[in-house]
């Protein structure tokens, strides 16, 4: 994945997508995030680069006024992010990343099966990463329901 990620991210391209996400472009905005799962899904340096380049904070506003498959990429990308590394984690977790998928899983009925098994993949990612504790993620410990649903759906087959 990250010898095919490469060319994107030495192409400089990233940034001009960021800056062209809008909820008035669905078409553009699910194939940008796509995009962007696939980058965040690469090595830590590649990653990073994207998140730089402030693709949580672009993404994050974005989430709300979306379709349900654009939803679902913005976790995904969330979840990769959450799970890359300590710094990576810190870094969605201070944007609103973790938060994003911990407001999913408070009301999962307001959500499609899809987005709600990517937030609780997102979750489960940051919580499971061999990576030292996060004082970041306290406010899960408080929201015992919460880790109970995200469990359920990472256990439930799709």
């Known amino acids: 994945m990250e010898a095919i990620v490469q060319p994107v991210i030495d192409s400089g391209v990233h ?14 905005l699910f194939e940008a995030t796509w995009i962007l799962i696939n980058i965040t ?9 994207v998140v730089e380049s402030g693709a949580l904070l672009k993404l994050i506003p974005l989430f709300p006024r979306s379709s349900d498959s654009i939803k679902d990429n913005i976790l995904m990308t969330v979840g990769n992010i959450l799970g890359d590394s300590k710094h990576l984690r810190q870094v969605a977790i201070r944007e609103g990343g973790f938060k994003l ?8 009925e307001d959500h499609s099966a899809s987005c709600v098994a990517s ?40």
């Open 119 to 158: 937030a609780a993949w997102a979750m489960a990612t940051a919580l499971t990463a061999p990576l030292a504790p996060d004082p970041g993620l306290n406010e899960v410990s408080k929201e015992p329901l919460v880790l109970t649903k995200a469990t359920l759906f990472c256990a439930m087959p799709l």
């Open 15 to 28: 940034p001009a997508i960021l800056d062209k996400l809008s909820p008035d472009d669905p078409e553009f």
């Open 101 to 108: 998928a911990l407001d999913v899983m408070r009301a999962p």
């Open 41 to 49: 899904a690469g090595s830590t340096e590649q990653a990073s680069k």
